[in-house]
């Protein structure tokens, strides 16, 4: 049994102690917040407002999976629907059950919104995508790689998914990581499309329960402010660490021990998510989910009724992601009050009820990304959304990476290269 510091307990410092301590190691979590959950966490409010609306697919397994570790019935607190991206008045495309390349056919070919040209388009694109094992050229943006599809396909759904998933949007995305995800979403195993809505406030669905299985093991309010060879956090001796912090604070914890590796760090760029929550008493949308256009004056590119989820009635959640240029401009909230008002039917006149604003949400996923790896030194790990992997910036890839970092530690144990390696030669500067 060796000791192991995580530092930070977002999802993906969550991961790493249930993994680690699971494997018999002794762990102490640090967390600079008064709580657990990172930004997938709830804030104060009656009932608990998200720190931004979140949403999960059938294919984050790890999650799911962690989720079921600490007892938490994720029947109970995630609502599966197929999925379907319907908009304000049309049904939008709709995927139905079953294998999932059957379903994605079948979902394009009934699309009576599109003509059947777009239909097949987006049909024979795909077909490509899938011949090539879902693979690109590194330096493509998603605008390049899907230049030939019909505008409607362009608009209705590669636009609107690729925000959504990569929080970048698509003339910047990184066309790789968005086949990626629509490889392990549309055409892996059946229910991998589904969307799952949290139906209870975000930190029911793993920072609370973490925090009671954590019990004595984890430090709130504590922010580590030194990491030293050996290893020392703020003084305090461990066989092991996981920086499971922030990139920018992953970066500022390594810049003498491992240079390279916190160059790296240090150097991704951000993306802003702007959320909305309107309120209208009385309303309801015709789904607990639409899709929305996006526009110069039309921020918002989804809505989600609380209400509907079994959360606050009348609590409507509207999201703006790759929201550098509204940042930048201001006027976001009433901007989307106005997009509301045009293209939703309201019972009682909705009103801006509270704006978050996460100005650091995700990294930019563009093209030819470098992102830093998990390996530091031998015993000095790192794990967060933003470490080399498949996946972009998602409570998936930040548990994955939680995951493979306690792996990692664990064989740099059975290997003898922990403490004692790291204390007898320096840590490695290369990732
Ligand atoms: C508004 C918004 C909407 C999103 N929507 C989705 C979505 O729909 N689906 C999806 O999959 N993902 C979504 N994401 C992304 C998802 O929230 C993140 O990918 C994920 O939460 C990252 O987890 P993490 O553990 O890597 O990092 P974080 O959650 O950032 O956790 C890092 C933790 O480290 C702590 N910390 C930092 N420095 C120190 C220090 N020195 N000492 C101690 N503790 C420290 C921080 O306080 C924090 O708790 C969204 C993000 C935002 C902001």
Redesign the pocket.
Known sequence: MSRVAI???????IAAAVALADAGHDITV????PQL????RSVAGEPPYD??????IGAYRDSLALMARLGVDASRVLKRLPLALPYPGEPGLRLPPGSPLIAFTRGVLAHRGWPWSARLGLLMAAGGWLARGFRCDASLSVADLCAGLPAAVKRDLVEPLCVAALNTPAPQANAQVFLRVLKDALFSGPGSADLLLPRRALSELLAGPATVWLGERLRLA???QRIEPGWRVDGEAFDAVVL???SV?AAR?TAELAPAWSATAGALGFEP?I?VYLSSPGSALASPMLALREGPDAPAQFVFDHGALGGAPGRFAFVVSGAAAWVERGGCAEAVLAQARREIDWATPPVIDKVLT?KR??FACTPGLQRATGRIAPGLWAA??YIAGPYP??????VRAGLAAAQGVGADAGAGTGAKGAASGSPTNTP
Request: proline content about 0%.
């Open positions: 530092v930070g307990g977002g999802w993906a410092g640090f967390e600079m917040a959950g990172g930004r997938a720190n931004g609306q979140h949403i999960l504590t922010r580590v499971a912090c922030t604070e914890l998510i959320t996460e949400a995700t967060g959304d910036a998602t409570l998936e890839g930040a």
